[in-house]
């Protein structure tokens, strides 16, 4: 099985028939793409190979909204993989988003982080493990796809709270119609923000049979996929997923693992490591390659690996590197130059 860090990405044949339902067939998106032809038959493709599809499918159908909402709407339920097909037949809405943002641990690059507070449930949404720009009609079909599952599921036509995308998305009235709300541009991160008492609509489309059998293979496939992982990387997996705006603690973590705070310090004084050790790692790790993005300021790169404040991140990647922030990220553009001019 694949680990947190695995560039294997499946794609389910429905893809290619919600696609042809379009009127784009799957050989135009690979010739788009400048990728070979047996990409349509591949089990399984790279991060890069996955980008370019999504970046491909964006140029044929010509507006981003309009590829968001005309996929997210014709792709058929019986096309959708077993991890998928999960979901949609929980027994509610909330058991459904538990179940994808599960799931979704076995599908890189994308990861799921679900927030339930006050009267909202807020969705965000990462990708992890890649440098490469993520396609903008990737990020929306994701988001819109979360809501269609409460809208199939529960057979109403439900609305988000609000909808927050980083990046342009084309005809913001045509994704403000389909999601019932405001959408913002130029947010900080993506999410999805739902009405909390939504989460407990039940599915129409529950299946309690099926997910006695479906259940038991995904949650085995997870846990192969944990031991073939080593719990080094699983901890730090989940804590950049968790490293943004916050500080991830053991507790939180050790739960996502389904394991005690005190079975996982044990696991990883036995790797001969530590929680803080590798938190500090994770911090580090990511904050050399936000420096290395031109476009974030080092307000949002301290924000992003945790910091509440500049002046702390400015301290710890002192001791890391030896150089403030800006001077390393100076140095590394200097060098990067001088590579191409070499």
Aim: hydrophobic share 40%; glycine share 4%; aromatic share 10%.
């Amino acid at each position: 099985m694949k680990s947190y860090t695995s560039d294997r990405i499946k794609i389910p044949p429905g893809f290619w028939t919600g696609l042809l339902q379009l009127g784009i067939a799957a050989h135009d998106v690979a010739r788009k793409a400048r990728l070979p032809l047996t990409i349509i038959t591949e089990p399984v493709i790279t991060t890069a190979q996955y980008f370019a599809i999504w970046q491909a499918y964006s140029e044929l159908i010509g507006e981003i909204a309009t590829g968001i909402i005309k996929l997210a709407t014709v792709f058929e339920t019986a096309k959708y993989p077993p991890a998928v097909l999960a979901t949609y037949h929980a027994r509610d809405y909330r058991d459904a988003l538990h179940r994808m943002a599960r799931y979704k641990q076995m599908c890189p690059p994308e990861s799921l982080r679900i927030i339930e507070e006050s009267e909202h449930c807020t969705i965000e949404l990462e990708f992890l493990n890649t440098v490469r720009p993520v396609p903008p009609i990737l990020i929306g079909i994701t988001l819109a796809f979360l809501l269609e599952l409460g809208r199939r599921g529960t057979g109403q036509s439900l609305t988000a709270r609000s909808v927050e995308f980083s990046s342009a998305m084309g005809d913001v009235q045509a994704l403000e119609d389909y999601f019932g709300c405001r959408v913002r541009i130029g947010a900080e991160c993506n999410r999805l923000t739902l009405n909390r008492r939504d989460l407990d609509r039940p599915f129409v489309t529950y299946n309690e049979e099926l997910l006695e059998i479906l259940t038991p293979i995904m949650d085995r496939s997870l846990d192969e996929q944990y031991r073939s992982t080593s719990i080094v990387e699983a901890v730090k997996w989940i804590m950049k997923r968790s490293l943004t705006g916050g500080h991830p603690d053991i507790q939180s973590v050790a739960k996502e693992l389904g394991m005690s705070d005190r079975t996982l310090q044990r696991r990883l004084t036995d790797e001969n490591t530590s929680f803080k050790h590798l938190l500090t790692q994770v911090r580090h790790e990511q904050a050399r390659e936000y420096l290395a993005d031109p476009s974030l300021d080092i307000k949002e790169v301290a924000f992003l690996i945790g910091y509440e404040d500049q002046n702390s991140f400015y301290r710890a990647f002192r001791l890391w590197e030896g150089d403030t922030p800006s001077t390393w990220r100076v140095k590394q553009e200097i060098w990067r130059n001088r590579l191409v001019t070499d």
